[in-house]
T-cell receptor, first 112, second 112 residues
Framework: EDQVTQSPEALRLQEGESSSLNCSYTVSGLRGLFWYRQDPGKGPEFLFTLYSAGEEKEKERLKATLTKKESFLHITAPKPEDSATYLCAVQASETSYDKVIFGPGTSLSVIP | DAGITQSPRHKVTETGTPVTLRCHQTENHRYMYWYRQDPGHGLRLIHYSYGVKDTDKGEVSDGYSVSRSKTEDFLLTLESATSSQTSVYFC???????????FGDGTRLSIL
């Protein structure tokens, strides 16, 4: 069964304290892995797509990496405005071409 | 921002009444999706469309129906609303292939 898990469930960081969020997946052939940011009362906002193991993408203080079984979202020197819930989603090539499977998310709080 | 508009943004209604939520896009994307998001469950797919008049069920489709009579509009209908359908509903669009989904800002639906 295709599955996506994320850890930790919640993360509290001091401003400037770097850390990583994990997304682990088991799917029948990976077509794409997506990272989103969701602020309270808003829809998920697209951040990155990763397509193959070894790929990396960066945007400001965020860097996403991909292996064959998991993806990491590294946050370098976070600021309070990085506080949000981060979702990862996977598109499987064999079982659900038209759909993606979302993980439960990691709630990040960055304290000034 | 992706051109996605959800309406209404908030709605309160009574058990047993019909409810229709609308998603409108200006991107001419082929795929459209309806999700619900609840604490402890994350994003769950209700129905999706892969073209005009072409729809399919997601993991939580019972009690919901959809229609797509033109590319830009995707309607979600609760024929007889129940309290268990109180949730935040998100519409998403996707161009196709392994492109990411882009989300609207959601409809908060309360059924009393």
């Amino acid at each position: 069964e295709d599955q996506v898990t994320q850890s930790p469930e919640a993360l509290r960081l001091q401003e400037g304290e770097s850390s990583s969020l994990n997304c682990s997946y088991t799917v029948s052939g990976l077509r794409g892995l997506f990272w989103y940011r969701q602020d309270p009362g808003k829809g998920p906002e697209f951040l990155f797509t990763l397509y193959s193991a070894g790929e990396e993408k960066e945007k400001e203080r965020l860097k996403a990496t991909l292996t064959k079984k998991e993806s990491f979202l590294h946050i370098t020197a976070p600021k309070p405005e990085d506080s949000a819930t981060y979702l990862c989603a996977v598109q499987a090539s064999e079982t659900s071409y038209d759909k993606v499977i979302f993980g439960p998310g990691t709630s990040l709080s960055v304290i000034p | 921002d992706a051109g996605i508009t959800q309406s209404p943004r908030h709605k309160v209604t009574e058990t047993g009444t019909p409810v229709t939520l609308r998603c409108h896009q200006t991107e001419n994307h082929r795929y459209m999706y309806w999700y619900r998001q609840d604490p402890g469950h994350g994003l769950r797919l209700i129905h999706y469309s892969y073209g005009v008049k072409d729809t399919d069920k997601g993991e939580v489709s019972d009690g919901y129906s959809v229609s797509r009579s033109k590319t830009e509009d995707f309607l979600l209908t609760l024929e007889s609303a129940t309290s268990s359908q109180t949730s935040v509903y998100f519409c998403a669009i996707r161009a196709g292939g392994n492109q990411p989904q882009h989300f609207g800002d959601g409809t908060r639906l309360s059924i009393l």
